[in-house]
């Protein structure tokens, strides 16, 4: 097996080849925040939280979908770093219609717990307030537009995992939004197994089992690895 | 020349509103109007909403009566769903309700409304308040406080948290009672209890003493008073049905139903205020003018069902020699009204009922269109519903409490007004007596922001050109 050793934070990791830089991260123990990434369907790099620096490229990198490689030396938290982050996260916020106290994911939800990792205690940018709307068609979920944050996980976990390929990308740019089959409601959709896997794949609340009030959906994060692991090497156990 | 005075903002009051009072060229009061002057626009943007989601938003209408949004949110949807809620659900929104009519009407009494008579109406603004009421009497203040902590820990008990606690959901309520929590209550229960009597023994002992006058001129004047009653007229506070009485103690009308309340509520609009003007249909408006709150919910009941309040209710009615009509009594109803809900919380205590896990019934739409009631701490409260075969919600409309005393807030600063404003040299006192009219209806206008503040009172005096003459600002 072919290795590769690069230094992440100061800290000499040798890892698989072919493994991306937040693999060696977590196999260093150094914390990178993420949203779109999710164990257990390949990486994407849209929300761009895991970008990291390189010595000797001038690039930002994003550690989800970039190999490491032999001699790298990646820095993850330097202070450009922290603020692109945070600045991140601040557009995120922007972008979407985001309610903490009223959503279903209060309390247990992916863009909160980062938005506190990376110091955000308000928005600096204007709020797009865009104009989006909920599907509650289906008989057992429902999908609030307004929280998307254009992850796509629900997309990747729907297509790798329970392989319905219920959920794709609509439209473009700004307008983007999440839809269900050929842009149908979600009810319709012939393709949808109700398996829940995208309510546990979607890190905040934007995907959720109806009837939930304020702080009730309790999303399962470690769900999809467990599956996968599962299947590839048989192991039942979590 | 005729002259106005504003009084803005009005201070201890949840929310912001100011009062005009205009006068004629001899300085008499020849009108006066309250203006509530801000504008939040909930019953739009809950539109496209899921349903479930209502108890959460309209919570948020308010940071002193929250609890009061979730029970109507919760119990319009409980009628979207079709469904009966568990007994235990039932009887746990009830204790949070009491625990919240506790909380929201010691805060009414002793912090926003006892510094003006402990204190005085005339004494120094600066001090006139719940720190200048903990300076002059620290251990009836101390015991007040104490009395809201009593019902926001209900509260806390019972949702999680004291302030929007997201407990109460369609089809009934999250949890039960925990053991430590009951604990909790009845250690405390005797305490609250005599804190209640204290407070009312004060009050009695005001208004046969030197607070009299007050009683003859804030906002005494004959109306309807409309509250929910429950099983054979007795107080209630959660369900029932609606009922109108008269100031002579007549039924006007009985049995009615929340889901017909467009047939006897009528809403007119003033274009001076944000704040609508609900009205008895059948009498027309403004003569339809009637009251809620705890006076109506007093005056509509023919008992409250436990024994020391049951008392007080009587002394109460022998005071009065009748229907006591006196907005200045909404104290004395209020603090009736605390002793009811801990004396009802102390049964509840003994009832296994609270502690079942089986506390929430769960179905899908079963109805596009519902509305609920209950009885807010300041009087009925309405939330309507129309939503789609998903959920989602099309129209909204809420009637809030103290929307339903918007008329009889008008007539009640009017007549204060009317009595001790004679000139343009018009003495700060007499201003705070028109803004206290206004405090005996505890009215919420927004949220929690100001409850206790010391708001700055600005008084401008306009000509009849609108020019400003004059003007004092009390920081």
């Keep these: ?238 | 020349m005729s002259k106005t005075i504003v009084i803005d903002p009005i201070t201890r009051i949840e929310g912001h509103a100011k009062i005009s009072v205009m006068l004629d060229d001899a300085g008499e009061v020849t009108d006066t109007r309250f203006h509530v002057v801000e504008y939040r626009g909930f019953e739009k943007f809950c539109e496209g909403r899921p349903f479930t989601e209502m108890a959460g938003i309209t919570a948020r209408i308010c940071g002193i009566c929250p609890v009061s949004h979730l029970i109507c949110a919760a119990k319009t949807g409980d009628k979207i769903l079709a469904v009966k809620i568990p007994k235990a659900a039932d009887k746990l929104r009830r204790l949070l309700n009491l625990g919240q009519i506790t909380q929201s009407h010691a805060l009414s009494f002793f912090h926003l409304s006892s510094p003006d008579f402990l204190l005085g109406w005339d004494s120094d603004p600066a001090k006139r308040n719940v720190f200048g009421l903990i300076a002059a009497d620290p251990d009836l203040a101390r015991a007040g406080i104490r009395l809201r902590q009593f019902g926001q820990r209900v509260i806390e008990i019972l949702g999680g948290r004291k302030i929007h606690a997201a407990w109460t959901v369609p089809g009934g309520v999250r949890s039960p009672l925990s053991p430590d929590g009951r604990a909790w209550i009845l250690e405390r229960l005797p305490e609250s209890l005599e804190t209640a009597q204290k407070g009312l023994d004060i009050f009695k002992q005001l208004i046969n003493g030197p607070m009299k006058e007050e009683v003859k001129v804030f906002g005494n004047f004959p109306s309807l008073f409309m509250s929910l009653v429950g099983k054979g007229g007795a107080w209630e506070h959660y369900d029932g049905h609606l009922r109108f009485t008269d100031s002579e103690g007549n039924i006007v009308q009985d049995n009615l139903s929340e889901d017909d309340y467009a047939d006897f509520v009528g809403e007119a609009v003033e274009d001076w205020s944000y704040l609508k003007f609900p009205y008895y249909k059948a009498l027309g408006y403004p003569d339809g003018l009637y009251r809620v709150g705890p006076l109506a919910r007093l005056n509509n009941c023919t008992h409250i069902g436990t024994p020391k309040a049951d008392a007080e209710l009587r002394e109460f009615r022998d005071y009065a020699d009748g229907v006591p009509t006196s907005s200045f009594l909404y104290h004395y109803a209020r603090l009736i009204e605390i002793l009811a809900c801990l004396e009802k919380i102390e049964e509840y205590m003994d009832d296994p009922d609270l502690m079942s896990n089986r506390c929430r019934s769960e179905a899908g739409v079963n109805e596009l269109e519902a509305i609920g009631v209950s009885e807010a701490p300041r009087g009925t409260l309405f939330h309507h519903y129309k939503v789609d075969e998903n959920g989602l919600l099309e129209k909204v409309n809420l009637i809030i409490a103290t929307g339903n005393n918007n008329l009889a807030m008008n007539k009640t600063i009017k007549q204060i007004a009317q009595h001790y404003i004679h000139s343009e040299d018009i003495q700060e006192g007499f201003l705070n007596r028109v803004e206290a009219g206004i405090r005996c209806y505890d009215p919420c206008l927004s949220c929690s922001t100001h409850a206790a503040g010391q708001m700055p009172l600005d008084i401008q005096i306009y000509n009849a050109q609108g020019e400003v003459i004059r003007q004092v600002i009390r920081d």
């Excluded at chain 1, 080849?17 to 390949?42: N, R, S, W």
């Excluded at chain 1, 390929?165 to 009810?187: E, K, N, T």
Aim: hydrophobic content about 35%; some cysteine.
């Design chain 1, 1 to 238: 097996m072919a290795v590769n050793t690069l230094t992440i934070d100061g800290k000499e990791i040798a890892i698989e080849a072919g493994k991306t830089i937040l693999d060696a991260a977590k196999e260093a123990g150094v914390p990178i925040p993420t949203l779109c990434h999710m164990e257990g369907v390949h990486d994407v790099g849209a929300c761009r939280l895991c970008i990291v620096e390189a010595e000797g490229t001038p690039k930002l990198l994003p550690a989800c979908v970039t190999a490491a490689t032999e001699g790298m030396v990646i820095h993850t938290q330097t202070e450009k770093l922290q603020n692109y982050r945070r600045m991140t996260v601040e557009l995120i916020f922007a972008e979407g219609n985001h309610v903490c106290s009223i959503c279903v994911a209060n309390g247990n939800c992916e863009l909160q717990d980062v938005a506190v990792d990376v110091g955000m205690d308000h928005s600096r940018f204007s709020y797009r307030f865009p104009d989006r709307g909920c599907d509650l068609s289906h008989s057992q979920f429902g999908i609030d537009h307004n929280r998307c944050i254009m992850c796509t996980r629900c997309v990747r976990v729907c297509d790798e995992v329970e392989g319905a390929h219920v959920w794709d990308v609509g439209s473009r740019g700004p307008d983007c939004f999440i839809v269900a089959g050929l842009d149908q409601p979600w009810g319709e959709v012939d393709a949808c197994t109700s398996c829940g896997k995208c309510v546990d794949a979607c890190p905040t609340g934007a995907i959720f089992h109806k009837g939930e009030t304020t702080g009730e959906k309790e999303g399962d994060r470690g769900k999809m690895a467990f599956l996968t692991t599962a299947r590839e090497k048989q192991e039942w156990t979590r």
